[in-house]
């Protein structure tokens, strides 16, 4: 399985655990549900779209590890690595300032 299908059976799995609708995990992700569909189908979306999809459910510590530990690299996995590690950073600097350090 290479690694959009295990990022797009995490998020499908995460959001129907959360008993959420696609329409309401979209918005609150601020995209469209043709995105979310998208992302959930193992589609290429907008970098973006994907970071939006995984802070909202925060899964980029969980997915960290599969950008990570895939195996052999092409252009899109590496990319997609880079993503989740960059959005897993953006998270721990979000909650770090919450609590008043300077995480930069």
Known sequence: MNELAQIAETVK???????LSIETAAGKANMSPMTWRRI???LPVR???MASALR?????EKLSVV????????????VLGDLVRT????SRMRVLSGFGVNAA
Request: proline residues 3%.
């Open 13 to 19: 799995a995460e959001r129907l655990r959360r008993h």
């Open 40 to 42: 959930e189908r193992g």
């Open 47 to 49: 970098h973006l779209s």
């Open 56 to 60: 909202y459910l925060d899964l980029g």
């Open 67 to 78: 950008a990570l530990d895939s195996g052999p690299r092409d252009s899109q996995a590496t």
């Open 87 to 90: 959005s897993v950073r953006a």
